[in-house]
């Protein structure tokens, strides 16, 4: 399995632009989580889904973050309008629904907005 | 909802001596307790985890302690080497399989 895949590995933006990270999970997790890591805030979990529908969204900062997953293979999280303090490293992560199992990590994706 | 504390933020060792990194937490409902190890520039990756229905795991040089009563958890690293410097990451169960993660603990072996 290739593992949670993720894109972009790097995006520079400028404020106010749109910015739409990319999520592949591993093939049958059922559940998938969006991080976002700082220095300042450590990894803090934005919103998480099972079975494509989403469960907490309680981490989104404000209405300019948004995530969908169409399907299980898929998801996205879109920042509109980007701002500077959006600068970080986001990471999408995937764990099987039943049971308890630790995530596993994409390589996430590191966000720059100037 | 669950917090998780962790200590401490940084930790230097001497290679060979053993480290220690403890995280406490306040959902008496958790009830398992991944730990994840992340590389500079790199994704966290899971290195051992534990289930409350067991005290200890290991796995070789990689060790978790729980104790449900205090609600408290504990990695322990013997023999460090080098490669073991990264960033720790201790985390708790929180509702549906969401799990809320420690601070981090910046690990240094000091060759």
């Known amino acids: 399995d290739a593992g949670v895949i993720q894109s972009p590995r790097h995006e520079v933006t400028e404020m106010g632009q749109e910015v739409t990270l990319r999520c592949k999970p591993i093939?049958?997790?059922?559940?998938l989580f969006w991080y976002r890591q700082t220095m300042m805030r450590g990894l803090e979990l934005l919103i998480y889904?099972?079975?494509?529908?989403?469960?907490?969204d309680s981490g989104m900062p404000e209405d300019r973050f948004s995530a969908k997953m169409p399907n299980a293979s898929f998801s996205t999280l879109k920042i509109q309008p980007s701002e500077p303090r959006d600068s970080a490293v986001y990471f999408c992560?995937?764990?099987?629904?039943?049971?308890?199992?630790?995530?596993?990590f994409g390589s996430g994706t590191r966000l720059t907005v100037v | 909802g669950e917090n998780v504390e962790q200590h401490p933020s940084t930790l230097s060792v001497q290679e060979g001596d053993s480290a220690v990194i403890k995280c406490t937490y306040s959902?008496?409902?958790?009830?398992?307790f991944p730990w994840y190890k992340q590389e500079l520039g790199k994704r966290p990756q899971l290195i051992i985890d534990?289930?409350?229905?067991?005290g200890e795991k290991k796995d070789q040089r990689i060790a978790v302690t729980l104790n449900k009563t205090a609600k408290h958890f504990s990695l322990h690293i013997t023999e460090t080497q080098p490669e073991d410097s990264a960033v720790y990451f201790c985390?708790?169960?929180?509702?549906?399989?969401?799990?809320?993660f420690g601070t981090g603990t910046r690990l240094k072996v000091l060759a």
């Open positions: 992560a995937s764990s099987p629904l039943t049971g308890f199992y630790g995530y596993t």
């Open positions: 093939s049958g997790h059922n559940s």
């Open positions: 889904f099972n079975n494509n529908v989403p469960i907490d």
């Open positions: 959902d008496s409902a958790s009830n398992y």
């Open positions: 534990i289930r409350s229905n067991v």
């Open positions: 985390a708790a169960h929180s509702g549906t399989y969401k799990y809320i």
